[in-house]
């Protein structure tokens, strides 16, 4: 069965640090992978997807992820965070081999920035 | 802000009462879903359509029924409700169930059952 996990619960960070969240999917199928971010009071809003080709992919707000075939991974990052990024994020992936619509969403991570 | 609509934004009702959640897209996206988010747990799928057709119910109990009048509209009609369905749920949209296409959520409607 599809599955995703997330290993950071809870992650903590001081404004202009580095971020890189972690995500790791057992998938049998062609490989989709999403990260979403709610942010407070907000809707759940898609981050970047990855569906096939470069597996650097480059999303909104500055974050990136990357593909990593060889360790079943598809970890989140941004270079500098801002207070701005306090949210919830989720990594996700199809339960059902090329079904985009149901997804598996991973635990999720909280994020708290301090200014 | 996003383009899918779910009214009302808070409902409280009893365990005896009915009430119809609402969601609407005009994004001409051909599948629209039902998830039901927990307090500080992710999302989980309740149902899909596709085509105004049901094609995904993931074993949700009965006291939930969904409806979709058309590909703008879907509704979550609901029925002697639990306290334990306390939570937000969450309509979304794509442009379609097999299509390399992310899903759109809208805000949500939480639901307190009392």
């Known amino acids: 069965a599809q599955s995703v996990s997330q290993h950071n619960h809870h992650v903590i960070l001081s404004e202009a640090a580095s971020l890189e969240l972690g995500c790791n999917y057992s998938?049998?199928?062609?490989?989709?992978l999403f990260w979403y971010v709610q942010y407070p009071g907000q809707h759940l809003q898609l981050l970047l997807k990855?569906?096939?080709?470069?597996?650097l992919v480059k999303g909104i707000k500055g974050f990136e992820a990357e593909f990593i075939k060889s360790k079943f991974s598809f970890n989140l990052r941004k270079p500098s965070v801002q207070w701005s990024d306090t949210a919830e994020y989720f990594c996700?992936?199809?339960?059902?081999?090329?079904?985009?619509?149901?997804?598996?969403f991973g635990q999720g991570t909280t994020l708290q920035v301090k200014p | 802000d996003t383009e899918v609509t779910q009214t009302p934004k808070h409902l409280v009702m009893g365990m005896t009462n009915k009430k119809s959640l609402k969601c609407e897209q005009h994004?001409?996206?051909?599948?629209m879903y039902w998830y039901k988010q927990k307090a500080k747990k992710p999302p989980e799928l309740m149902f899909v359509?596709?085509?105004?057709?049901?094609?995904i119910n993931e074993s949700v109990p009965s006291r939930f029924s969904p409806e979709c009048p058309n590909s703008s509209l879907l509704n979550l009609h609901l029925h002697a409700l639990q306290p334990e369905d306390s939570a937000l749920y969450l309509c979304?949209?794509?442009?379609?169930?097999?299509?390399?296409?992310?899903?759109?959520f809208g805000n949500g409607t939480r639901l307190t059952v009392t």
């Open positions: 979304a949209s794509s442009r379609g169930e097999f299509i390399d296409s992310p899903l759109h």
């Open positions: 998938y049998g199928g062609t490989v989709n």
């Open positions: 990855y569906f096939s080709g470069d597996p």
């Open positions: 996700a992936v199809p339960g059902l081999p090329g079904n985009t619509g149901k997804l598996i």
């Open positions: 994004m001409g996206h051909r599948a």
């Open positions: 359509y596709s085509y105004e057709k049901l094609s």
